[in-house]
């Protein structure tokens, strides 16, 4: 019984205007996540790499039956492939498979990495045989950075600044009471 009482959520975010989730390319950081995602409900999808065709056109449909915007904050490398999926890759298939998406990347974003970044960084060349380097490479440059290196603490305050920043208060407080 006690174990099925932890397992049962309500669903608060019934009455919001948005739907949210966190997507990563990888599931190393679900651990650091999850005191957010589990204090919001919020869904984690780990898409290990591309998304498999199958699970892109079922979120697809989805977006298609759910009558409300999908918003998708992505955790991932600063990479050619990394920054690829979220950018082109995803929106680009679930649009193709009838659905829609907003995506925004909470990490790593544009101020994480750079030259006055603090994370450390290794050459994109070492990405040369990955077809999207070119593409990356005209677009950002030289350099790379894995979301790992990101401080946990930094990676969860980002992800729950971008969670409430889509809660609509008055809801939410009203659905937790």
Not at 68 to 93: H, K
């Amino acid at each position: 019984i006690n174990a099925a009482v932890r397992g049962y959520r309500r669903d608060h975010w019934q009455d919001q205007p948005h739907w949210v989730e966190v997507w990563s390319e990888k599931g190393t950081v679900r651990g650091t996540l999850a005191p957010v995602l589990k204090k919001y409900g919020v869904t984690f999808r780990v898409m290990h790499g591309y998304g498999s065709a199958t699970c892109l056109n079922d979120i697809a449909k989805e977006t298609a039956r759910a009558g409300r915007a999908l918003t998708v904050f992505y955790v991932g490398d600063w990479d050619p492939s990394g920054l690829n999926m979220s950018e082109i890759d995803i929106p680009t298939r679930i649009n193709r498979y009838g659905g829609a998406v907003d995506i925004h990347r909470a990490a790593l974003a544009p101020e994480d990495v750079g030259p006055m970044s603090d994370l450390p960084s290794f050459s994109a060349v070492t990405k040369v045989g990955d077809p999207r380097y070119q593409w990356f490479i005209s677009r950002y440059g030289a350099r790379c950075w894995e979301l790992d290196a990101l401080s946990p603490v930094i990676l969860r305050g980002r992800v729950e600044q971008a969670i409430m920043g889509r809660l609509d208060l008055d809801r939410w407080n009203h659905a937790i009471s």
